[in-house]
C-alpha cells in the first residue's frame, strides 16, 4: 500500500500530491519531494501533522537513505512560509562535527548508558517535571493537543505521545501568531521552565548520544532524559529563572553538539516521558526514561 493509498481521507482533495504520493522519491529527489509534498498538504494540515505524515512516509517507504527529522521540518517550514520551524526567528548553528568528535573523545564518565530503564513511571515523571495545578498540553496524536491539569494528566501519561514540555496559561485557545486560536502555542505558554535537547543522528549511537548530553549537563541541570523509542534521546534541562539570553548560549552550544533546533520552541512537541510510542507499522512501544537526575527540584 502506498502513502497515498494509506491516507486517502485527507489528500483526496489534492490530486497532484496524492500523485506525488503514489511514488516515493529517489536519490537525489528527496529534497525537493518533501517541500513539494509539503506545500500540497498545508491546504489540509498543520505544519506539526504535515511533519509527522512525513515522517511516516519516509520511515517507511523512503528506502535509499535515511532521512533526518531536521530535514523534514525544514521542508515544512519552508513550505508553511516559515523562516525556521520553531525557531522564534533565530538561525542557529549546525553541527560541528570536529566539536562533536572533541566531546565524544572527552575522558569524562558518562551520566548514564544511554539504554538502561530507570524504571520510573510516566506519573512519577510528570509529577517531577511540574507544579501541583500545573496546565499541561499533551497528546495521543501531535493533531490534537489537549490541555488539563497536571493531576489529571497523571492518570493517563503513560498511554500518551507527546507533551509540551513547558506549563501553559489555560485550557481555553488563545490567538496564536496567525490570529487563529489555539491550545498549544507560544502565546498560551506561562514560562519556559524546561529546555530540551533532542539529538537524532541516527549515525551516533545511544551511548555518544548521552556523553553529548552529559557534556551540556556541566552548563544546566540535567532532570531527565527519555529514549524516543526511535532514534533520539530527548534531554530535559532546567532553566526556569535563568535570563533567556544565558539559555540561549546553552542550546548554541548544543546546536553546535547536534541538537535538534527546532527543540527551542517553548510549546513544541516532545516525547512524553514513560509514554507510549505509537509506529506507522501499528506497533507500540515504550519512551523509557533512561536517566533521571535527583539533584534537580523545581521551587514551588
Not at 519516509?58 to 519552508?78: L, N, S
Amino acid at each position: 500500500m502506498t502513502a497515498a493509498q494509506k491516507y486517502q481521507c485527507f489528500i483526496s482533495r489534492l490530486p497532484a500530491t496524492a500523485t506525488r504520493l503514489q511514488k516515493m522519491p529517489g536519490p537525489g529527489g528527496t529534497h525537493l519531494w518533501l517541500a513539494q509534498v509539503a506545500g500540497g498538504l498545508k491546504r489540509v494540515l498543520p505544519a506539526e501533522a504535515c511533519a509527522s505524515f512525513l515522517e511516516q512516509c519516509c520511515e517507511r517507504w523512503v528506502t535509499h537513505r535515511r532521512v533526518p527529522a531536521r530535514e523534514i521540518r525544514d521542508a515544512v517550514a519552508f513550505a508553511y512560509g516559515e523562516a525556521t520551524a520553531g525557531h522564534q526567528g533565530r538561525r542557529w548553528p549546525a553541527a560541528d562535527a570536529a566539536a562533536v568528535a572533541r566531546a565524544l573523545g572527552d575522558g569524562a564518565a558518562p551520566l548514564f548508558d544511554g539504554v538502561s530503564d530507570t524504571g520510573i513511571s510516566a506519573a512519577e515523571a510528570m509529577g517531577n517535571l511540574s507544579r501541583p495545578g500545573d496546565w499541561v498540553c499533551g497528546g495521543w496524536s501531535c493533531e490534537r493537543p489537549v490541555v488539563r491539569r497536571l493531576e489529571e494528566w497523571m492518570a493517563d501519561a503513560a498511554d500518551a505521545q507527546f507533551v509540551c514540555p513547558n506549563p501553559m496559561k489555560g485550557a481555553e485557545a488563545v490567538p496564536c501568531k496567525t490570529g487563529r486560536p489555539s491550545l498549544r502555542c507560544q502565546a498560551n505558554v506561562a514560562a519556559r521552565r524546561w529546555i530540551v535537547a533532542e539529538f537524532d543522528d541516527a549515525t551516533k549511537t545511544k551511548a555518544q548520544q548521552a556523553k553529548l548530553v552529559t557534556v551540556l549537563a556541566s552548563a544546566l541541570s540535567l532532570k531527565l532524559v527519555v529514549d524516543s523509542g526511535g532514534k533520539s534521546l530527548h534531554a530535559w534541562f532546567y532553566c526556569e529563572g535563568v535570563a533567556e539570553a544565558d539559555v540561549e548560549r546553552f542550546f548554541r552550544v548544543a546546536c553546535v553538539l547536534g541538537a535538534d533546533p527546532s527543540r527551542w520552541d517553548p510549546c513544541g512537541w516532545v516525547r512524553m516521558p514513560g509514554g507510549m510510542r505509537r509506529r506507522a507499522d501499528g506497533t507500540s512501544v515504550r519512551q523509557r526514561i533512561v536517566f533521571a537526575g535527583v539533584e534537580v527540584a523545581i521551587g514551588y
